[in-house]
Structures are given as C-alpha cells and as structure tokens.
C-alpha cells in the first residue's frame, strides 16, 4: 500500500523538496501552499500523515492542527523555524505527533514519517488494549514490560514513565507533561528527575535494544518513544 502525505508549506521550492524524497521512499505527496481550506481537505481526503508548516498564509498551522485534533487522529507532524518555538507549541497541547525545526534535512523528515506510520500501523494491526508493537509490551494489570520477549525491570515510577511515553510513539513530550500525564499524583517526582529515569531505563534497556535509542531526546523540549 502506498500512503499518501499531505504537505501544507507555502515555500514551494520546500514543499517540494520534501514530496521529491518521499516519493523515492515510495509514499505519495500532496501540496497545499496555503491553510484556508486545509481542515476541510485533510477531512475529506484523509491522507495517512501531515507535515504541516507552522506560518501559513490564510490560516495558520496551530489553528489547522488543533480544528483537525478534535475531528481526526490522522498524525500530524509540525514544521517551526525556531526551536525556542517547540516548547510554545507543546504547551499548548495541540496533539501534534512530533515537531521538527527548520532547517531539517529531508532525510531526516522522511525519516520521521516512516517511523510514525510504521508505530501506527503495528498499534492498529495488534489491536491491543495496552500498549503493544512489534517488540515492545507493557502489561498495566500485572505491571511487566518486556522487550522482544525478553522482560525488563522497571520500578514503578519507570513503567509509568514509559508508558506515557509508548502509548504516543513518536510523540514529544516536554518533562511538564511526562510529570503530570505519569506522576499526577507524586509529590516526590519533579520535572528535573524525569531525566533520572529515562536515564535508568536507557540503561535497561541497552543490553536488549543494542545501538537502537528507542527513547530519543528532542534537545531543549523533551523526549519521545521510537522503538
């Protein structure tokens, strides 16, 4: 099956930069230049994934996201020309899936996407009612991870850690959101110990994931699960 991408950028020499490398990676592109009509396409044609521009001219990229959140799950990636910008944008809590800052290499764009359709396609193949892919399980009634079949020890601060952060793969989360959506009710948690235990659980996890980072850090905003 190819999927279809919408891109929403009003530099067209980008946007085509950007449907030129997705098209060898064998996905198909589409090219808005301007939001105004933007919700109303991505609803009628539902394309598999967006990259969306932030500064669009008729209609801007956070009021796109958040008018198609509340109507659509379809994922959506956010381009911003400042990386100061990423946490403004997670504050917000639009439900974007991931952010990437200008000047990106394509590469790494389309790097982005396939890793974000590959995550939804094997959430919705294994149907699941925790959080389940191809080589990671978390088990919130008896409180066991494993990966590729193998356990993992967690304390329980570390599994409800990461399973905010599995049930959103390719998400970022700022450590305020880690805090509140993991820990709401832990006085003794604060956002700089976040860092402690995606810390401890790189850790244990290397020895079974090799090379592979499967908790990326995103620099200055937070961190987000790849697998």
Known sequence: MTHRILIVEDEPALAEIIK?????????????Q????????????EPDLVILDVMLPGKDGLTI??????????????E???????????????????????????????????????RMENNSNTGAAHPKDADFVLDEDSWTASYQGRPVELTRREFQLLMVLVKRPG?????????EQAFPDDAM??????????????????????DQELIRSVYGVGYAYDG
């Not at 400042?82 to 990106?104: H, M, T």
């Open 20 to 32: 030129d490398y997705l098209k060898q990676a064998g996905m198909e592109a589409i090219i808005l």
């Open 34 to 45: 301007e939001g105004t009509n933007a919700v109303e396409f991505i609803l009628s044609t």
């Open 65 to 78: 996201c958040r008018e198609v959140r509340a109507q659509s799950d379809v994922p959506i990636i956010i």
């Open 80 to 118: 911003t020309a400042r990386i100061e910008e990423i946490d403004r944008l997670l504050g917000l809590e639009l439900g974007a899936d991931d952010y990437i800052c200008k000047p990106w290499s394509p590469r790494e764009m389309v790097a982005r996407v396939k890793n974000i359709l590959r």
């Open 171 to 179: 998400r970022v989360f700022s450590r305020a959101q880690l805090l």
């Open 189 to 210: 948690v604060f956002d700089r110990t976040i860092d402690s235990h995606i810390k401890n659980i790189r850790q244990k996890l290397k020895p079974l994931a090799g």
